[in-house]
């Protein structure tokens, strides 16, 4: 099952843009993740914020969460070509023996053109 | 440099053949994953391992096996039961196991594609 669903599926900007990408889920969380993954390559962790939290910023990174909607959006600000690259927003879910586990989106790509 | 190092990048498979991919990680983290990624979606829970000599099943095990026999070392077995295995397989790690409010950062590594021809 899919916790976290990321809107619009693609996306395609010019740089110095601004990209906006949204995720959506269904439960309530302990907090949301984004990352990213270069076409190929494996996923890096981008920013973490907290269930508590409204806003976070880190660099050209913007994310807010609404926990009333269950939505969470990452503004990327003056967009670069090499920002080119999918964005997935990942959900914490209860797991077996008190553990959670991260459920991933579809993500996002984004697609950045000189 | 720390990390995870999956291998190999690539492979092949013939149908009824099991196939061994490698994970390792040098983080000294206590959690490691398994995940599989189709394309334009999202990444799937195969397994995961919160200590060494334990691991449980994740949404998607059948067809899969796996072992934890040192802490820096989480290989995934892709059998022939698996019905479609031709995916793009991811390891990761978090420094420990995500439980109650930790649901921490995961490192992963570059993937292994596999392919059944």
């Known amino acids: 099952s899919q916790q976290g669903e990321e809107d619009p599926q693609a996306l395609s900007i010019q740089e110095g843009e601004n990209a906006t990408m949204n995720c959506s889920y269904k439960?309530?969380?302990?907090?949301l993740q984004w990352y990213r993954q270069n076409s190929g390559r494996g996923l890096v962790h981008l920013i973490l914020?907290?269930?508590?939290?409204r806003e976070k910023h880190s660099g050209r990174l913007r994310v807010t969460l609404d926990t009333s909607k269950k939505s969470s959006s990452l503004l990327i600000t003056a967009s670069r070509a090499a920002d080119t690259a999918s964005y997935f927003c990942?959900?914490?879910?209860?797991?077996?023996?008190?553990?959670?586990?991260?459920?991933f989106g579809a993500g996002t790509r984004l697609a950045v053109h000189p | 440099d720390g990390g995870i190092t999956q291998s190999p990048k690539y492979l092949f498979r013939k149908e009824g053949q099991n196939v061994t991919l490698s994970c390792e990680q040098n983080l000294n983290h206590d959690a490691m994953y398994w995940y599989r990624q189709d394309p334009g979606q999202g990444l799937r829970l195969i397994y995961y391992s919160q200590i060494v000599n334990d691991f449980q099943k994740g949404d998607i095990a059948e067809g899969y096996s796996v072992s934890r026999e040192k802490k820096e070392s989480f290989p995934l077995t892709v059998t022939s039961a698996q019905k479609n295995p031709t995916a793009f397989y991811l390891c990761a790690s978090s420094i420990d196991a995500l439980r109650g409010e930790n649901t921490g950062e995961l490192f992963f590594g570059e993937g292994s594609r596999l392919t059944v021809l």
């Open positions: 990942a959900t914490d879910s209860f797991f077996s023996g008190g553990y959670n586990k991260l459920i």
């Open positions: 914020i907290r269930s508590n939290e």
């Open positions: 439960t309530s969380i302990n907090n």
